[in-house]
């Protein structure tokens, strides 16, 4: 599944984007005068093939959720089982996200990939990891209703800082989660996708992939997460440059510097954006664990990242290295840094206005207005 996904990705159409920037000139608007906007319609054309291209709706949160054997180095002060009990509350409709996501009309899917405790759950919302493509299933994409999709590679990583977080073939089955789900979404209408993650102490891996595959210190790849003091903050820094000495990765093999340093919902993050590029559907990111994943989906294909959109610049300091290493501007900065999809839902109707614009905006011939 991965090579067939890898296989279908393609650059970005370049006659769809000059035609969109052509359009642009003709629209009754200075040119240049909707700044970022415009170059980020001019990339979805890319994307899509097609000028103008599709309005970005309905739009889909995919919240991958894991836990992390280097929980046990003292990297966060929240107790593993707060990731169970955040699905709870996903579920429940009680989080940010949820709020966001009602706000924004998107759909919300929790996918348990790898979660270390038992979930508090009715097992009669459980939906099978792998659908049955022959039977559309019109909740999938139903904003009222969160879903929770049962796909566990393995109940949490191994301690990176002792061995390898995952096998190779761990690390390959999380991923290819993350494809079916970007098919299931899309197969059933999405016409974006917006990333989401769960794990507690899941900043400390995404620090060690952005450090891998961009090549800055430790330091510069680790934050506070979700708010760790000083002498915590240094511990921290000092578990993510242990783990890199001790497997030296990759950044050539991106499998195996998911399966080094990764987590499993990283993994599936990486999937995500490399179904959704294969399928010319943008992937609006969310924060440094959606970044990080980014980093490994572009190192599998590097022509994935004509899909991905940067919602917001993450106040992790990674975030900002990876999105340079990306070479991807964010939408909007607001400081946050709490994940969910948080960031990449505030950031939604940015992206569906710069597509509106191409849609809706008269020329200057149609409107009778002269130019200058």
Not at 75 to 82: F, K, L, Y
Not at 121 to 130: K, N, Q, R, Y
């Amino acid at each position: 599944m991965l090579e067939t996904t890898i296989a279908a990705i393609r650059p970005a159409d370049e006659a769809a984007m000059a035609a969109a920037r052509e359009l642009h000139g003709r629209l009754t608007k200075p040119a240049g005068s909707l700044g970022a906007l415009e170059e980020l319609s001019v990339r979805l054309a890319g994307l899509a093939g097609a000028c103008p291209p599709p309005l970005p709706e309905p739009a889909a949160v995919a919240i991958f959720a894991g836990d992390h054997g280097v929980h046990a180095q003292g990297v966060s002060p929240w107790p593993q089982e707060v990731t169970a009990q955040m699905i709870g509350n996903f579920l429940a409709g009680g989080a940010v996200v949820n709020a966001f996501a009602r706000q924004a009309g998107a759909s919300v899917t929790v996918v348990d990939v790898g979660v270390a405790t038992p979930l508090p759950t009715d097992p009669a919302i459980l939906d099978p990891a792998v659908p049955d493509p022959a039977v559309p299933d019109p909740a999938v994409l139903d904003p009222a209703v969160p879903r929770l999709v049962v796909a566990s590679v393995r109940r949490g990583t191994r301690d990176l800082t002792v061995t390898a977080a995952l096998t190779r073939d761990e690390a390959l089955a999380a991923v290819q989660t993350g494809i079916r789900i970007a098919d299931e979404l899309i197969d059933a209408g999405a016409g974006i996708l917006l990333t989401g993650d769960m794990g507690i102490a899941n900043t400390t891996p995404a620090a060690a992939l952005i450090a891998a595959f961009t090549g800055v210190d430790a330091l510069d790849a680790t934050g506070r997460g979700t708010g760790v003091d000083d002498p915590t903050y240094a511990h921290k820094v000092a578990v993510v440059r242990a783990a890199l000495a001790r497997h030296t990765p990759d950044p050539a093999d991106p499998l195996g510097v998911l399966a080094a340093v990764g987590g499993l919902e990283h993994a599936a993050l990486a999937g995500l954006i490399l179904g959704a590029a294969a399928r010319r559907t943008p992937v609006l990111l969310d924060g440094v664990i959606a970044v990080s994943a980014a980093l490994a989906a572009a190192a599998f294909a590097p022509d994935a990242i004509c899909a991905m959109v940067a919602g917001h610049r993450s106040a992790e300091p990674g975030a900002t290295a990876a999105l340079r290493h990306l070479g991807l501007d964010p939408l909007i900065d607001l400081g946050l840094r709490l994940g969910e999809g948080t960031g990449a839902l505030l950031a939604l109707p940015v992206v569906t206005g710069a597509v509106r614009v191409l849609h809706e905006v008269a020329t200057f011939d149609s409107a009778g207005v002269a130019e200058k």
